[in-house]
């Protein structure tokens, strides 16, 4: 009596299983060491195509219509060697590890489909009657594939679009600016108080135009990954003062007073010179603009543990609480009612951008109307994975030796 009781259990639990199975909507498969198939589920049959009879004890490649098994035993084939499946599940009968989410794209199974098609294969190990099996979860995402293609296309468009428009925009621009230069300098005939209020306000909406078409030059080269990077040994403090020296006349015009401590003993590091400056000048830029008359900016660096630390400081407006999350997203201004101040909404982006590329970090810390500051953290030894300069190697056996 107690056996029949839970033999009916055993079996509502074993019919429970195998519902289960057959209702998950992501094709699964039992396969042996053999590869026969013992066992699949209904969303297999649906992309096959086939009836159950003719999937189950048969070869996965059977089973799942490749090409390369017309005539030919599963593994004999010339592709077997490199075939995704049969060399995923050995790899799992051999190891006992299951394989999670493996993206691979086939045109050799599925063969009267006539089209490559793309899968999500993940594979686990499980025991069934003693005997060693795998459960093979086979997901179509050729859709999915087929949208991120596109995309990918369209972004490339979009990309070089922008970069053709940009680099057309340029020329003209540069010519323009020099020629309002060369009327302003009085070279074509002396100028009027009011014309020369408007040739002054039409240099300045260029040299926008022109900062902007720059930015957004920068950010596209650097979202794509095709902006070139020189790294090199360098004396970190000296980049930081040039910097410096470049923003002063800026700090000095808006009457902003702006400090430098730098840590005698910050030393060398492998970064790259012209996009350090590119990032300071922006943060101090910022700070400038940021800042009324009479305000301060303040630039220090230090060193510990191989980190270089550089904070950017001001006693400006501040950045509202809920906007510091969202400053460093692309064309992304803080909303400044009757306090508006130009910029193209690209600058922190960029910042943030060549920092990453370096492993370092960006962080701000605001409160309105008394001030930010902006802490960058750079490795002294440069990104991981760049090779370390013969002039690194020299210090390191230097120090090694004394």
């Known amino acids: 009596m107690i056996n029949e009781k839970l033999n009916l259990i055993i ?6 299983l195998e519902a289960i199975f057959d209702a998950i909507p992501v094709g699964l498969m039992l396969v042996d060491e053999n590869l026969v198939v013992d066992r699949v589920n209904n969303a297999i049959r649906r992309m096959i ?3 159950f009879k003719y999937i189950i004890s ?8 490749c090409k390369i098994a017309i005539g030919k035993r599963c593994g004999e084939g010339d592709c077997c060697n490199i075939c995704p499946l049969k060399t995923n599940i050995a790899k799992v009968f051999n190891t006992s590890q299951a394989i999670e989410e493996y993206e691979f794209e086939s045109e050799t199974f599925f063969r009267e489909k006539g089209a490559k098609l793309w899968f999500s294969l993940t594979i686990k190990p499980v025991i069934v009657d003693e005997r060693n099996h795998v459960v093979v979860c086979l ?4 859709d999915r594939k087929l949208a991120e293609e596109k995309l990918a296309e369209s972004m490339e468009l979009k990309q070089q679009f922008i970069s053709t428009v940009s680099h057309e ?8 600016r020099e020629g309002l230069n060369i009327v302003l300098e009085g070279v074509a005939g002396r100028l009027r108080k009011k014309q020369r209020e408007f040739l002054l306000l039409a240099k300045r909406n260029v040299d926008r135009l022109s900062t902007l078409i720059n930015d957004v030059l920068d950010f596209q080269k650097l979202d794509s990954g095709r902006m070139r990077f020189d790294f090199a040994y360098s004396d970190m403090a000296v ?3 040039e910097a410096a020296e470049t923003m002063t006349l800026m700090a000095n015009k808006a009457k902003v007073e702006m400090s430098l401590n730098i840590d005698p003993q910050i030393g060398a590091a492998l970064f790259d010179h012209n996009r350090i400056i590119q990032v300071l000048t922006n943060l101090l830029s ?5 800042t009324p008359a009479g305000g301060k900016v303040s630039l220090s660096a230090f060193q510990q543990n191989d980190i270089i630390s550089i904070a950017v400081s001001d006693s400006g407006m501040g950045i509202p609480k809920d906007d510091i999350s ?4 692309r064309f992304y201004r803080v909303k400044r009612p009757g306090k508006e101040i130009a910029g193209t909404g690209l600058g922190l982006p960029i910042v943030a951008q060549i920092i990453s590329r370096h492993e370092g970090t960006i962080s701000v810390e605001s409160e309105l109307n008394k001030g930010t500051t902006f802490t960058i953290t750079l490795p002294q030894k440069g990104p991981h994975d760049l090779p370390v300069p013969d002039k690194v190697k020299d210090e390191i056996l230097e120090k090694t030796i004394s």
């Open 11 to 16: 079996e509502r639990k074993s019919k429970s």
């Open 49 to 51: 195509g086939k009836d």
């Open 58 to 65: 048969n070869s996965i490649g059977d089973a799942l219509s």
């Open 139 to 142: 997901n179509d995402i050729t």
């Open 169 to 176: 925009l340029r020329t003209p621009l540069t010519a323009i």
């Open 239 to 241: 980049t930081i003062k």
């Open 286 to 290: 910022n700070a400038v603009k940021f």
């Open 326 to 329: 969202k400053i460093f997203e």
